[in-house]
C-alpha cells in the first residue's frame, strides 16, 4: 500500500510542476512578446497539452484522498443504508467507466502507433504520446474504486478502517 501511495502521490507532485512550469512559461511568453524580445511559438500548445496530462496524474490522488467530485449533500440526507447503496454504485460505475477507458485508450495508443500519426503545428511528435498517460491513469483509478469497493466491504463487516 506504501508504494501504491508513494506513486500516486509522485504523479501528483508532477501534475503540479507541470502545471508550475506551464503557468511559468506562458507568463514568460508573454513578458518576452510584449517587451519586444519575441518569444516561444511552441509555449501555447504545450500548456494546452499541459492541462489534460496534470488533470490525469492528478486524478487517482484525489480519489485516493476522497477529494473528488461527489454529491456530499444528497448522501448526508439519505438514510445510512442508502448513502452506503449509493456510495457502492458510484464506486461500481467509476471502476467499469475506468475499465472502459483503459481499453479504449490502449486501442487509441495502438492504433496511432500502427498509422505513424503525427502531431504537427508548433511541434511535432507521435499522436500516440497524447494518448499514453490515458490508460496508465485510468488503471490506477480502476485500482483505487475497487479498493474503496474492498475497504468499503471490510468495514461493512468490521473488519477494516472505511475508505
Known amino acids: 500500500m506504501r508504494a501504491y501511495r508513494r506513486l ?15 503557468a511559468f512559461a506562458v507568463s514568460l511568453d508573454v ?39 461527489r454529491l456530499d449533500i444528497l448522501l448526508h440526507m439519505a438514510s445510512a443504508a442508502l448513502a452506503r447503496a449509493l456510495d457502492v454504485a458510484a464506486n461500481l460505475a467509476g471502476l467499469a467507466v475506468s475499465l472502459l477507458l483503459v481499453v479504449y485508450g490502449l486501442r487509441a495508443i495502438i492504433n496511432s502507433a500502427r498509422q505513424g500519426s503525427m502531431i504537427v503545428k508548433s511541434m ?4 500516440w504520446w497524447l494518448y499514453a498517460p490515458v490508460p496508465l491513469c485510468f488503471a490506477l483509478l480502476a485500482i483505487e474504486f475497487l479498493r474503496r469497493l474492498v ?10 478502517p472505511q475508505a
Do not use: K
Not at 124 to 127: G, L, V
Not at 153 to 160: K, M, P, W
Open 8 to 22: 500516486l502521490e509522485g504523479l501528483a507532485a508532477a501534475a503540479a510542476l507541470i502545471l508550475g512550469a506551464a
Open 31 to 69: 513578458v518576452l512578446r510584449n517587451t519586444g524580445w519575441g518569444g516561444f511559438p511552441w509555449v501555447l500548445e504545450a500548456s494546452e497539452y499541459a492541462l489534460p496530462l496534470a488533470t490525469f496524474l492528478v486524478a487517482p490522488w484525489l480519489l485516493l484522498r476522497n477529494e473528488h467530485v
Open 124 to 127: 511535432e511528435f507521435p499522436e
Open 151 to 160: 475497504v468499503r466491504e471490510a468495514h461493512a463487516l468490521g473488519s477494516g
